[in-house]
């Protein structure tokens, strides 16, 4: 009776044992992997499914579940850029973001020779803001010179006559079509301080600001005689991005 009861009861305990062994279940650890985001130029700000991450590229996100990401990065004078990444359980995942500059484009801005003009003629040009001012204000890059003696008309940089003013640089080109694509070569001591009035083909700017324009004659008439000034209508694209030559 005894050994019938004893038997019973490693019974009911082997079925216990087995029940809470079935009943338990390891935890599943979940599946991480690493979002690297750079950009060229860095110092851009880092968004992850729409929301700002606090954080500025070159940026490492740690551990982070795996699955798509919407990243956009946000930098100024660049257009917005937003791209996926797959994160894959213990692997990197590497985004190398070239960003691209935005631009301003100004068409036929008319401005006029320095000699016999009025102050409804303004000689000067601001290339950022895209609006002719006085040649003596001093927010302009350029200007059209004339000599008072009628022999010499260029369109120059604002300090070739003062050096207080604001530089800026000239290289003529070989090109006609300013949407050519062409990007700009780099300002070096080769780029002059000026350009003929009559250039047929487009010219890269760099002003003082350190930024790039591509600018063309696109238009030019008067200098008949006293009160019809001689005047240049001026076409440009402005890359707002400092020191980016792209075109």
């Given at each position: 009776m005894k050994k019938i009861l004893l038997l019973a009861l490693i019974s009911i305990f082997t079925i216990s044992f087995i029940s809470c062994d079935d009943?338990?279940?390891?935890?599943?650890?979940?599946?991480?992997?690493?979002l690297i985001v750079n950009s060229t130029p860095s110092g851009a700000k880092i968004f992850l499914d729409g929301t700002d991450s606090g954080f500025l590229t070159p940026y490492t996100f740690a551990d982070k579940a795996?699955?798509?990401y919407s990243v956009t990065l946000k930098l100024a004078s660049y257009a917005d850029t937003t791209i996926n990444a797959q994160v894959v359980n213990n692997q990197d995942a590497t985004l190398n973001v070239t960003l691209k500059p935005t631009y301003s484009n100004f068409a036929s801005v008319k401005i006029y020779e320095t000699t016999g003009t009025t102050a409804s003629q303004p000689s000067g040009l601001d290339l950022s803001a895209g609006t002719a001012l006085s040649s003596t204000n001093a927010a302009i890059d350029i200007y059209y010179y004339s000599s008072s003696d009628g022999s010499t008309y260029l369109v120059q940089s604002a300090n070739a006559r003062d050096n207080t003013k604001r530089a800026t640089y000239f290289k003529v080109t070989t090109g006609t079509n300013l949407n050519d694509g062409v990007d700009s070569p780099a300002k070096d001591a080769n780029w002059t301080n000026s350009m003929s009035d009559r250039e047929?083909?487009?010219?890269?700017?760099?002003?003082?600001?350190?930024?790039?324009?591509k600018l063309k004659i696109s238009s030019f008439g008067g200098g008949s005689g006293a009160g019809d000034p001689a005047w240049v209508e001026l076409t440009w694209i402005y890359n707002k991005s400092i020191d980016n030559k792209l075109f």
């Open positions: 009943g338990t279940t390891d935890p599943v650890e979940e599946e991480k992997g690493n795996t699955g798509t047929d083909n487009y010219v890269f700017l760099y002003d003082a600001d350190g930024n790039y324009s």
